[in-house]
């Protein structure tokens, strides 16, 4: 099961930050969908940081062999996420692939014995 916790989500314009809000919902339940028989619960935290007329949003999830941790930076607050949901996707899908690989690997290895 995948928490999302959006932190920060108030250094949004209140215009926009509604439509940011469904948008991470939106991505997020990919995670939702490809994690739903891991075996730990994972919280995916989305933080926004405005700096002047940069937007920066950064996503985390607590997998266990390792955080990842992935960050965007961009002037549209929508494009940000998107870019960083398209990319967070790609490093936690393969990760995820790699523990699977590696715990199949160590079942096969086991039943050898």
């Not at 916790?5 to 930050?17: A, C, G, R, V, W």
């Not at 994690?35 to 940081?49: A, H, N, Q, R």
């Not at 930076?73 to 590696?102: G, M, P, R, S």
């Amino acid at each position: 099961m995948v928490n999302l916790i959006i932190k920060n989500i108030k250094d949004i314009e209140e215009k926009l930050s509604q439509e940011v809000q469904n948008k991470i919902e939106e991505k997020s339940e990919y995670f939702k969908e490809l994690l739903k028989k891991y075996e730990k619960d994972l919280t995916l935290e989305v933080i926004f940081d405005k700096s002047s007329s940069l937007y920066k949003v950064s996503a985390a999830i607590d997998l266990k062999s390792k955080k990842i941790l992935s960050a965007e930076e961009n002037k549209d607050v929508l494009k940000a996420v998107t870019k960083l949901f398209n990319e967070f996707k790609k490093i936690v899908k393969k990760q995820y692939e790699l523990e699977h690989k590696d715990y199949e690997y160590k079942r096969k290895r086991n039943k050898k014995k």
